[in-house]
């Protein structure tokens, strides 16, 4: 394993996987940037320009993507990646089109941080989907509140932010003073993405990290519109090791195949929901609801229970669209929470098998 790879995270595991490619005379390298059918590739020495041999009809999901580690034939006319190894992990959104079609923005990340501006209250629906997005990935999310140099009131800020974060770390900093900065480079993963909305300063915390400025970052405007920012580079190795790769800004993000991630999302939901008499409780005025009950009792927020039910909708309509299965079993499900609303054919939890 040279440590020329090392440093762009590869390790051992990866270097296992790799071995019947290396019989083959392949070499491994990690893709930086996707740049309409040809990939930058990183060998850990140089950043080299290849093509991609995928064969017509693949899903887009097996293109390689930002942060793959993928196999290349060294030919003389040019590289070419053959294979994309297994992914650890795999950062999706939703396209913003009606199909359920995914998009991916990135491979084989640890640490999913999401940048979060302290300088205008914290809109919560917004970072709920990232967060779903983020357990989705499998990878660790790690919310990063940023600008506190220009926040009036840090603590009330990140407070509002850990209810709805239950199992990620929440961290505020400074890229402009430095303050928290410490606390974020140990909080870092191998590979660390940056997801957020543009302006959120993600780019900034980039070159604060790399300690240069490998980003383009925004300029400041009045009218609050970001500016179109070029990006010179996607994935970055840090100078103490450590892999960062920034995305582009999202307006909004989408959760369509992330069932998975909604329920880690709202782990302390669904944990609540354990509790509640039936099992088949929707918590609206069942008795016995344990999910009302911390409302009632300031645990939790109604407006998380509603963000809730808006991601699983979310997952199921894109679900059924997809499955026939899936929609049976959406119309029986459909029926039972009309019977539940008049109160009848509950089960017990006791009840059930
Ligand atoms: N006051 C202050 N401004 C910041 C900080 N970090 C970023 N910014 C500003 O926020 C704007 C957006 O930053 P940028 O990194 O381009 O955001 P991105 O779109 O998420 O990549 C820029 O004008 C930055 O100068 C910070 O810690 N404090
Ligand atoms: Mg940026
Ligand atoms: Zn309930």
Request: aromatic content about 4%.
């Amino acid at each position: 394993m040279t440590d020329l790879l090392s440093a762009l995270g590869w390790d051992a595991d990866w270097e296992s996987t790799f071995a019947s490619y290396a019989d083959r005379g392949l070499v491994p390298a990690r893709v930086g940037r996707v740049d309409r059918g040809r990939f930058e590739v990183l060998t850990g020495d140089e950043t080299l320009l290849a093509l991609g041999q995928i064969g017509a009809g693949t899903l887009i999901e097996q293109q390689p993507a930002t942060g793959d580690w993928v196999a290349l034939d060294t030919q003389p006319e040019g590289l070419v990646i053959t294979d994309v190894l297994p992914r650890r992990t795999l950062i999706m959104r939703s396209s913003a089109g009606r199909r359920s079609e995914g998009q991916v923005m990135a491979a084989n990340v640890d640490t999913v941080l999401i940048a979060v501006p302290l300088e205008r209250e914290t809109k919560l629906g917004q970072l709920e989907r990232f967060l779903t997005v983020a357990w989705e990935s499998g990878g660790q999310p790690l919310v990063v509140l940023t600008k506190a140099d220009v926040a009036d009131d840090i603590e009330t800020a990140q407070l509002r932010v850990e209810e709805a974060a239950p199992g990620a770390t929440v961290l505020a900093l400074s890229a402009e003073t430095g303050e928290g900065m410490e606390a974020l480079r140990a909080a870092l993963g191998t590979t660390t993405a940056l997801l957020g909305q543009s302006g959120a300063g993600k780019s900034t915390l980039v070159n604060t990290l790399a300690g240069e400025e490998v980003m383009a970052t925004q300029e400041t405007r009045q009218d609050g519109k970001g500016r179109h920012t070029t990006t010179t580079r996607e994935l970055i190795a840090l100078p103490g090791g450590g892999v960062l790769i920034d995305t582009p800004g999202l307006r909004g993000i989408g959760v369509h195949d992330a069932s998975d991630g909604v329920a880690q999302s709202f782990s302390d939901i669904e944990e609540l929901a354990e509790a509640c008499r039936f099992a088949d409780c929707v918590h609206e005025t069942e008795p016995g609801c344990a999910v009302r009950g911390a409302i009632t009792d300031g645990h939790l927020t109604e407006r998380r229970l509603l963000s809730y039910r808006k991601q699983l909708r979310e997952v199921e309509w894109a679900g059924r669209r997809n499955d026939p299965a899936a929609r049976a079993a959406h119309a029986k499900r459909w029926a039972r929470m009309t019977q539940a609303n008049k109160g009848l054919g509950q089960t017990k939890r006791s009840d059930r098998p």
